[in-house]
T-cell receptor, first 113, second 111 residues
């Protein structure tokens, strides 16, 4: 299995631009998580899905952030408009419910100038 | 609510030194406990886990014992190597689909 695949690995954009981060979970995993990692706040859970349905989005910082999972093999995290304080590494992770082993992607490093 | 507290970093050790990274948790019932490791430029990977009290998880020379009485899951290694330099995260999960992570402890091992 190729693991959790994220793209792009690095993104540099200017303030106000739209950013879309993509994630392909491991086949058969029914939970998908989006995390954000910064030096100041550590690892934060933004949102998670079960069977493509958003279950808890209480960690999404504000309306500029949105996430979708149109099917079991693809999810997006969108920021519109982006701001410099959104600069962080965004991780996607997936799991089979109850399996106890969360598998992370390599992350997408976002820099907003 | 559930939470994990781990020791502040960064930690710097010489090669072959003994490592301890403290982790304590707050949770109802009997959660599963984990240590994840993040190497530079990579995502987090599972290092070891324990699913019930007194269990010892081990991997790559690292060990941690699930101590219900002290609500702790301290990570230890008898002799660290330069290649162990990474950030280590303690975590817990009740249901296997919600995870609570600590803030991470950065370890640097110098030759």
């Amino acid at each position: 299995d190729a693991g959790v695949i994220q793209s792009p690995r690095h993104e540099v954009t200017e303030m106000g631009q739209e950013v879309t981060l993509r994630c392909k979970p491991i086949s058969g995993h029914d939970y998908l998580f989006w995390y954000r990692q910064t030096m100041m706040r550590g690892l934060e859970l933004l949102i998670y899905f079960n069977n493509n349905v958003p279950i808890d989005d209480s960690g999404m910082p504000e309306d500029r952030f949105s996430a979708k999972m149109p099917n079991a093999s693809f999810s997006t995290l969108k920021i519109q408009p982006s701001e410099p304080r959104d600069s962080a590494v965004y991780f996607c992770a997936s799991i089979i419910g109850g399996a106890n082993v969360l598998t992370f992607g390599a992350g997408s490093r976002l820099t907003v100038l | 609510g559930d939470s994990v507290t781990q020791m502040e970093g960064p930690v710097t050790l010489s090669e072959e030194a003994f490592l301890t990274i403290n982790c304590t948790y707050t949770a109802t019932g009997y959660p599963s406990l984990f240590w994840y490791v993040q190497y530079p430029g990579e995502g987090l990977q599972l290092l070891l886990k324990a699913t019930k009290a007194d269990d010892k998880g081990s991997n790559k020379g690292f060990e941690a014992t699930y101590r219900k009485e002290t609500t702790s899951f301290h990570l230890e290694k008898g002799s660290v190597q330069v290649s162990d330099s990474a950030v280590y995260f303690c975590a817990l999960s009740h249901t296997g689909n919600q995870f609570y992570f600590g803030t991470g402890t950065s370890l640097t091992v110098i030759p």
